[in-house]
């Protein structure tokens, strides 16, 4: 467990009272040198690695998960994501405060010209931002009861068993929402509540219904304004996520996923060992393929992009020994590379005559080619292990290259030998097969359980498997996809509230302007107008934000550039098609206007 290569392993350490974290990092930092020099190792590039390495001094009160390292990063986007829609909502939420308080002008004047003191009015209409906002708040605490069973369910895609993730809120989460909500309600009324009570007595009172004496046209505007941008910005980001999803799921890993089932078994448990495990997967394999629908199956020590790796050290023929020589290793069965239909390239695949006793064998990848084998001719040669320089492999094949580790990585130089010629322990049975494959799953699975009554067997798909390595690229497209939608349409209701009102405002003027000539289409054009400078003058603003903000995102795509020109021109179009449906609706009810009846008014 302590051996050289074991990188899984973590340290937990209690420090005394008197060190702090940044104390024991330089104390540590003096160290390692010191334990590195001590480590019994012949590997020149393994030691290089560790010395340049360093310890990392964290916070072990909340102990180490995969799911915190794995996801830190990507949920602190979504949550920036999160105050983005919030920070728009306000805005609508303002919006509509400011247009129900102009509608109230009247009556707020009369107030004041009763008596009214100014404070208990803005007292009054904080109140009524606040009912309202904590009525949101209860409905979305209700949502995120439901929403976290989703997640909880989007993050187990991929694994044996669902996480055991508790993410229903407790009273921290609450509490923390309650905060949000009372403030984001006080924060963005009070300017609109200010403003309704800001009132000259005399024209307020003076002048009749739909008339106002507060300058309400300028807030409005820039509000709506900071939501298109902001929700360029959010869309922006969606837009970069889900290319990088399509990017990796488009993707050529070297095999093909659809239709192939994987099932690990472990013989051991069954009490076999040795050359009887060996026999005892082999009888699996013949079995298996008896069964209906199963075109062919095949046996290995590590799948692809399962999480596992075999690393060695190695010898090439033709080669001095370097500090680099170094591939992965898998162990398998004959037609493990027609199951996984990961072409074989030149030379021949392993078959019955590489038993246990057989002459060495190997096959390797195109990556080990180019960086072992310069002339590109491998077939013939040999390789060893560096620890065992005498126990030759002959390079009898090369296949495509694979995305073993992941589908981001450079795929790295890999040998393939007979699992029969290895020691033999755990192993994953791969299944290739045409029909259903929840009829063949459950086929295999009571085929195997009988014969392995120790473990569970747990009949998966290829497709699960590559599907939960790209479970975070899964999640940021989703959730971000969401986010940016409801931005959005926040973004085009708070548009058409203000064209609406804008219209109901200026139903004077249109009428007189139709009185006077103005055709339908000006008039219409009119408001269109206003709509695609308030929609071009946020597309502006939200493309520099996403210019600045798109860069720290780098790490998190593939693919494709943080500057993206597809996804902004693509955002940008859309946001520009939605502000002229959004604006169609009080355009067309603007040409509606009766002029006798506006002047009439008037």
């Known amino acids: 467990m302590l051996g050289i290569g074991n990188f899984w392993l973590r340290v937990l350490a209690r420090p005394n009272r008197d060190i702090t974290a940044a104390q024991a990092q330089a104390r540590l930092a003096v160290v390692w040198p010191q334990l590195v020099n001590a480590v019994p190792t012949s590997r020149a590039n393994i030691r290089r690695m560790l010395l340049a390495a360093h310890l990392e001094v964290s916070s072990g009160g909340t102990g180490w998960s995969f799911l915190r390292q794995r996801f830190r990063q990507p949920l602190f986007v979504l949550m920036g994501a999160v105050g983005l829609v919030l920070l728009i909502a306000c805005a609508n939420v303002a919006n509509l ?19 009214a003191g100014r404070g208990r009015l803005v007292r009054q209409l904080l109140t009524e931002s606040v009912l309202l906002s904590v009525a949101g708040g209860a409905i979305a605490v209700g949502l995120a009861a439901f929403s976290s069973r989703v997640l909880v369910d989007l993050l187990s895609t991929g694994t044996a068993d669902a996480l055991a993730l508790d993410l229903t809120p407790n009273w921290r989460v609450m509490g923390f929402t309650g905060l949000v909500t009372i403030g984001t309600s006080l924060i963005f009324g009070l300017a609109p509540a200010v403003r309704a009570t800001a009132l000259r007595l005399a024209p307020a009172l003076k002048l009749g219904p739909g008339k106002t004496g507060i300058s309400h046209n300028r807030m409005a505007p820039a509000l709506v304004v900071l939501q298109v941008s902001l929700s360029l910005l959010l869309l922006t980001g969606a ?34 060992r040795g050359q009887q495990l ?40 033709g080669r001095s020994p370097g500090v680099d020589e170094d591939s992965d290793f898998n162990g398998v069965a004959p037609h493990y590379f027609e199951t996984m239909r990961t072409p074989l390239l030149a030379g ?28 590109g001719r491998p077939i013939g040669r040999h390789v060893a292990l560096a620890g065992a320089p005498l126990q030759q492999m002959e390079i009898v094949g090369v296949v495509r290259n694979t995305a073993s580790r992941g589908l981001r990585e450079v795929p790295q130089p890999t040998v393939y030998v007979p699992y029969v010629q290895q020691e033999a322990g755990a192993a994953t049975l791969e299944m290739y097969a045409a029909g259903s494959l929840d009829d063949i799953a459950t086929a295999v699975r009571n085929l195997l359980q009988p014969k392995l009554p120790q473990t569970p067997v747990h009949v998966r798909t290829l ?43 200026r139903m004077s003027e249109i009428g007189i302007r139709m009185a006077l000539g103005a055709q339908r289409s000006e008039v219409m054009g009119l408001v269109v107008r ?33 500057l993206d020109p597809a996804t902004f021109i693509a955002v940008s179009l859309m946001f520009a098609l939605i502000a002229t449906v959004a604006s169609y609706v009080p355009a067309r009810r603007a040409t509606k206007v009766d002029p006798l009846v506006a002047l009439r008014c008037e």
Do not use: C
Not at 255 to 270: I, N, P, Q
Not at 463 to 484: I, K
């Open 97 to 115: 405060l400011l247009a129900r308080a102009a509608a109230r002008e009247r009556e707020i004047a009369v107030r004041l010209a009763l008596g």
């Open 239 to 272: 837009g970069l996520f889900v290319r990088t999803l399509d990017n990796l799921r488009h993707l050529d890993p070297g095999f093909r996923h659809e239709g192939v089932l994987l099932v690990t078994v472990d013989g051991r448990t069954a009490g076999y």
């Open 278 to 317: 060996k026999a005892f997967y082999q009888q699996l394999i013949e079995d298996i393929q008896h069964v209906a629908g199963v075109t062919s199956v095949s046996l290995s020590k590590n799948t692809p992009l399962n999480g596992s790796r075999w690393w060695e050290r190695i010898v090439v023929d």
């Open 348 to 375: 021949r695949d392993f078959t019955g005559r590489d038993h246990a006793t057989a002459p060495r064998a190997a096959i390797v990848d195109e990556a080990f080619v180019r960086r072992y084998v310069p002339d």
């Open 463 to 505: 497709t699960a498997q590559v599907e939960g390595v790209l479970v975070q690229e899964r999640l940021l497209a989703l959730l971000a996809s969401s986010f940016g939608v409801l931005a959005l349409l926040l973004a085009a209701v708070g548009l058409y509230g203000l064209l609406s009102y804008t219209v109901t405002r």
């Open 530 to 562: 206003q709509s695609l400078v308030l929609t071009t003058v946020g597309i502006t603003l939200g493309l520099a934000g996403a210019a600045t903000v798109t860069r720290y995102l780098k790490g998190m795509l593939f693919g494709l550039t943080p």
